[in-house]
């Protein structure tokens, strides 16, 4: 079935720091040589809607201890391209 072909990722990702906290952005990537080359070859998705971030920062332990503990936020979206007849289904 077509929903489980395989899927091509090109992204671009950035990590940086800002006021003691770490961000991670990551989105598509449509206009890349080896993306066209790969998708001609058959067979594979390319997948064009992709979105991605994370922060991670130092919080308080939550049971106390004095040792701090890390909190992570994670946002994701991504087009699978799946028939929404069978998405539905799920």
């Known amino acids: ?3 489980l072909t395989s899927r091509q990722y090109t992204i671009a990702r950035r990590v940086f720091e800002k006021d003691g906290e770490l961000y ?3 989105k598509a990537v449509h206009d890349h040589a080896s993306a066209a080359a790969d998708a001609e070859a058959g067979g594979i ?3 064009d809607v992709y979105y991605s971030m994370w922060r991670a920062r130092s919080v308080p332990c939550p049971w106390g201890g004095d040792a701090p503990a ?3 936020t994670l ?3 991504e087009q699978l391209k799946i028939p929404e007849h069978l998405s539905r289904f799920a």
């Open 24 to 26: 991670g952005v990551t």
């Open 1 to 3: 079935p077509s929903f």
């Open 45 to 47: 998705v390319p997948v």
């Open 70 to 72: 890390a909190e992570t």
């Open 75 to 77: 946002l994701h979206h």
